[in-house]
């Protein structure tokens, strides 16, 4: 039998001299293919006798088994040698300016909740908040609002389910709860404004299920109807930064408030379009009126010695009318178009002395 150390060094010399993965298969194919050098002799293997092929066959195996664990050291060798030269080739260079991105943008009634803080908060206003779920005597009675008003329908308010003692809850339909609670917590004066959630049965383009609005509290000894007409002529003028803006006070009817008055603004119809500022026409954006006697009573105030003023108004209304939005709609779209368009960068507050960014 010839000796197998020839062709072991061969077979140890083809395989160190595989560069790649691919070179390396080829060679293993060759020596330990079907018809590979070491298969081949191991099929000659039935043609020796007894002893000779023990001895023969073990050898084989023992080369078989270098050649085998050779492959192996050579196959992880490559691997590496391949991940290193990938991991170069597709190396990122950290320390490149990251892509520009556009700035966010804050949304028009955040906005315009700002604004009107802004404004409030300069004529002393404070800012109170109370639950977006209220009792009937807060919601309603407190407010003297009778049982037969269309406010108290299903068709306009949503109602919880209905408590064992027959009481239910109810969304709030204004943030005038918040008004009573106040009144009920601290001694005047009082000089609050609520911004917050509303919810009304209602939705089209001018209106939706959940708004939201802003009033307005004074509650001391003196404060008389004049006050209320400077604070809100004064508000009116800041808001839509029109120094001369035309402003009516219209005598109407809340059960909350009496006297009562509906505040319009000037504005132009000229060509279809709506201009805010001096014109023919008038536009009404909120409601006001002098505290209810019954209202400061039912909260625990004496309306013999104590009096004052009350306001309300939508915030989505005012954003629309400044700002030129047509859809409330679409305010609550999440539409990042939208947002872009009617959005605002970080901007300075309105102030008494002037509008936006004075």
Not at 132 to 147: G, K, R, S, T, Y
Request: charged share 25%.
């Amino acid at each position: 039998m010839e000796s197998l150390d020839h062709l072991r060094d061969e077979i140890l010399r083809l395989i160190r001299q595989a560069t790649s993965l691919d070179a390396l298969e080829q060679a293993r194919i060759a020596i330990l293919g079907r018809k590979g050098r070491v298969t081949e002799l191991m099929k000659g293997l039935g043609a020796l006798e007894g002893a000779d092929r023990r001895e023969r066959g073990q050898a084989l195996n023992l080369l078989k088994g270098e050649a085998e664990e050779a492959i192996g050291h050579a196959a992880r060798r490559l691997e590496d040698e391949a991940l290193r030269a990938r991991l170069a080739q597709e190396r990122v260079d950290v320390s490149l300016p990251v892509r520009a991105e556009g700035d966010g943008r804050i949304h028009a009634l955040s906005q315009t909740i700002d604004e009107i803080v802004a404004i409030f908060g300069e004529m002393g206003f404070s800012v109170a908040e109370g639950p977006d779920i209220e009792d009937d005597f807060h919601n309603f009675a407190a407010l003297n609002i009778p049982p037969e008003h269309p406010a108290r329908q299903e068709q306009d308010t949503f109602y919880l389910p209905e408590h064992r003692d027959g009481g239910r809850k109810v969304l709030r339909t204004h943030t005038s709860p918040v008004q009573v609670r106040t009144m009920q917590s601290i001694a005047p004066p009082i000089r609050i404004i609520v911004p917050g959630r509303t919810f009304r049965s209602d939705h089209d383009a001018t209106h939706s299920p959940m708004f939201h609005q802003v009033e307005g509290l004074v509650i001391d000894e003196a404060t008389h109807m004049g006050h209320l007409k400077g604070c809100l002529i004064e508000f009116c003028r800041a808001f839509f930064d029109i120094d001369d803006l035309p402003v009516r006070f219209r005598p109407s009817y809340f059960p909350f408030t009496e006297p009562s008055a509906e505040v319009d603004i000037g504005c132009s119809r000229d060509g279809g379009g709506l201009k805010i500022g001096a014109g023919g026409d008038w536009l009404e954006i909120l409601g006001s009126g002098m505290v209810h006697p019954k209202v400061l009573a039912n909260c625990g105030i004496d309306p013999a010695r104590y009096q004052g003023f009350a306001f309300g108004m939508g915030i989505e209304r005012i954003a629309m009318l400044k700002y030129g939005i047509p859809d409330l709609r679409a305010i609550y779209d999440n539409d990042l178009r939208w947002l872009r368009h009617y959005g605002f960068l970080p901007l300075d507050l309105p102030s008494m002395t002037g509008g936006l960014g004075r």
